[in-house]
């Protein structure tokens, strides 16, 4: 039987992080038994936070959950939820339930030639599968394509500080105000594709995109012409989650739910459906 | 092959389950001619016959309620609550009315709040030997007669004011435990197939359901054709309230404070797809914005072939209700009618 009853979690820390944007921590304050499906939560899954009194709305992980039962997520503040939450401060109880959903597929990740692109807040959901990649050193290439509207937008900057060591990646802001040229590109995730397909040497063998739905889509477009097959490009779409277990039909996506078949879908997915039924 | 037993009467029947459940029935809200019928607990000498009218209502909310607590945060834990309904029977559910339960048991089969209350439950169903007003469940495969896995007993009115009493389910025998009855003759069952057969050859042909189903499925309505009905829709709910298999929800926190402690239960309550705000994210970005978008999506679960790998049929049953409720004449007959000759 499915469970819909959240787990407390207690905040633990958070920072802002861009534009009305928090990076959270939050910690699990639950048994081993209640723990357990959240040790096993996958990148690219998510979770629904649950401010008692207001509502609940759905997050990705930044970082997945960790034997204590701590985990991290970026939020923007934007509803009644998030409005909530940000109100909260640090040792406040709230709630969540999760983990939910297809995270990416890691099983094509490995030793794999990768690029990844993300948009606004969906850095959020490529964040873990990155660090996975980075830390596990498990891939043949990995680029990272980080689009923003202005400096005030960009978000996760401490984990882009970090990756820029290690991995080529291509922030790109469209209101270059305040922000150098050698370290930022003007224009927009689709618009530096072919420069980065171009750096890229080999073609991709697979590519994340995350971020609003146009950008994902124009980009996978983009990728289908450049050659890639449709099964390769992997994208995570955004519906409103309610239950987060396949029932309520808010997050409808023709006869799938995005939060249970979702949110991930392969593009050769998404060509069959009617994104807007 | 079924048990089939011969009722003189239903008092005995209804007698014998009322000992171990509560009865529900459906029964005229009023003695007007023109009332509604609704389903409603019944019993204690009192027992109503079967009413050949179909309820306002379908038995939905017995087993999906339409507001139900779902847990209680009380500050520091969060408590699942379950409900705990007494064993009851549905005394009478029609065909198209068990399909959908049938279809709502596959839906929910891992919702908890759904299957406590369906455990409790007993079907008696009636098998239709008139065709209702709008009723179409012979084309989708939903009627008149009562269909083998829907239900746990069956009553068919013979003639002579005896009815034949079929048990589909184990749950059906056991309920009629201690309950001594005589067995049904071949020439009644006979008589069962022969006043089914009549009423399914009473149908109208409905021929542009047909047509509008097969032309939904072949993607050959334009979005124009979906923002034209989009006018009409009004967003009142009233098909997706009334329609049985409809199963969309949203839930909402209640508060409520004593002199200890303010304790907060969340409850989730019917929604509806054709409400604007139904796909609305925080962001306000909404993927289903136009009225038409929503009519789509309405009609194309309820008719497309992408839903029966999953529930072995389509999403309609063929009660018609949606067609006697909606304001904005937009229901199954007048969209199939606009679908076939205008589409």
Known sequence: MLNLTPVPIKIVDCYDDGENTRHYQFAIQETEQHLSPWLKAESGQFFMLCLPGVGEAPFT??????????????????????????????????????????????????????????????IAPLASVINQLIDSQQFIQ???????????????NPERARWQHLIPIFNVVEDMAGLSDGEFYPGT???ILPKVLHTFGEQPDTVLLAGPEAMQTAAAEYLVAYGIDPKSIFLSIERRMHCAVGLCGHCYLNEKYVCSHGPTFSWAELLQYDIAC | MHKTYLLDSLDELQRHLAQSHEIYQVVPQSDDARADYHWQQVGSGNWPDLVEQKPLQSPKSFFFAEQEPLYVFDGETFEEVLPT???????????CDLMAIHYQDIFFEDDPYYQARRKQGLLVGVDCVTPCEQGFCQLVN??????DDTADLVLHPLDGQRWMLVVLSAAGKQALHGLALEDASPEDLHQRWENISHCEQSFPRYQYILEGIGKLNQHAISDEFWQQLGIQCLGCS????????????ATRPIESASSQQTSVTQVRFWDSCLYES????????????????RVKRFWYHKFSDDFVPEFGRYGCVGCGRCEATCPGVIGVHSVMKRIA???
């Open chain 1, 61 to 122: 992980f930044t970082t997945l959950p960790n034997a204590q039962g701590n985990f991290r997520a970026l939020v923007r503040r934007m509803g009644s939820v998030t409005d909530a939450l940000f109100q909260c401060g640090v040792g406040d109880i709230i709630g969540a339930r999760g983990p939910f959903g297809r995270g990416w597929p890691m099983e094509r990740l490995l030793n794999q030639r990768i690029l990844i692109v993300g948009g606004g807040c969906g």
């Open chain 2, 142 to 147: 939903a009627g008149p007669s009562v269909r």
């Open chain 2, 341 to 343: 000759d205008d589409a």
């Open chain 1, 189 to 191: 995730a689709t618009g």
């Open chain 1, 142 to 156: 990995l680029e990272v394509v980080y689009a923003a509207r202005n400096q005030a937008a960009l978000m996760l």
């Open chain 2, 85 to 95: 309904p007494t064993p009851f029977v549905l005394f009478g559910v029609k065909s």
């Open chain 2, 238 to 249: 009233g098909c997706t309230t009334l329609c049985p298999t409809c199963s969309c929800f």
């Open chain 2, 278 to 293: 139904f796909q609305r994210e925080a962001s306000f970005h909404n993927p289903a914005s136009e009225a038409g978008q």
